[in-house]
């Protein structure tokens, strides 16, 4: 059994290309049955400072989920509260449409205070 690697090409990883051998026909589905809620999006940048705001029409993102069957988004885009006021601005005329989520900043971390820092931060993402 060993010898038979021995006569086998070596090829890298970024060169394996296998060819499929699974024959099945394609389904389309355009469309949920049931509502749903996408309870994980991003619609902010990937890093802090990420530039997203022209990316992509936030109007045809909306209309391209509601006509699929999505009812609700989850915001997810946790960094920082100017990241935050970012998102809110690009999802604007939106806000019935998605949930959002305040960011936990972790910059305060060594404060020996942080646990009522933070809480007093996640008052304040509440109230607004």
Same mark, same amino acid.
């Given at each position: =059994?060993?010898?038979?690697? @021995?006569?086998?090409? @070596? ?7 296998? %060819?499929s051998? +699974? ?8 469309? #949920?049955?049931? #509502? ?25 993102? *909306? &209309?391209? +989920? @509601?006509?699929?069957?999505? @009812? %609700?988004?989850? &915001? ?5 509260r100017?990241?935050?006021?970012? *998102?809110?601005? %690009? +999802?604007?005329?939106? &806000?019935?449409?998605? *949930? ?5 900043? +972790?910059?305060? =971390? ?16 509440v109230?607004?």
């Open positions: =059994m060993r010898r038979l690697w @021995k006569y086998r090409k @070596k090829i890298l990883y970024n060169e394996y290309e296998p %060819k051998q +699974l024959i099945v026909g394609e389904t389309r589905i355009e469309r #949920s049955r049931y #509502s749903l809620i996408d309870g994980h999006a991003h619609f902010g940048g990937r890093i802090p400072g990420d530039p997203f705001e022209d990316r992509y029409d936030i109007g045809n993102t *909306v &209309e391209q +989920l @509601k006509i699929r069957g999505v @009812k %609700k988004c989850v &915001e997810l885009t946790l960094f920082n100017e990241n935050w006021e970012r *998102v809110h601005e %690009k +999802l604007q005329g939106y &806000e019935d449409y998605f *949930v959002f989520c305040a960011p936990i900043d +972790l910059s305060g =971390m060594g404060r020996p205070d942080f646990d009522c820092w933070i809480c007093g931060e996640m008052e304040r993402y109230r607004e």
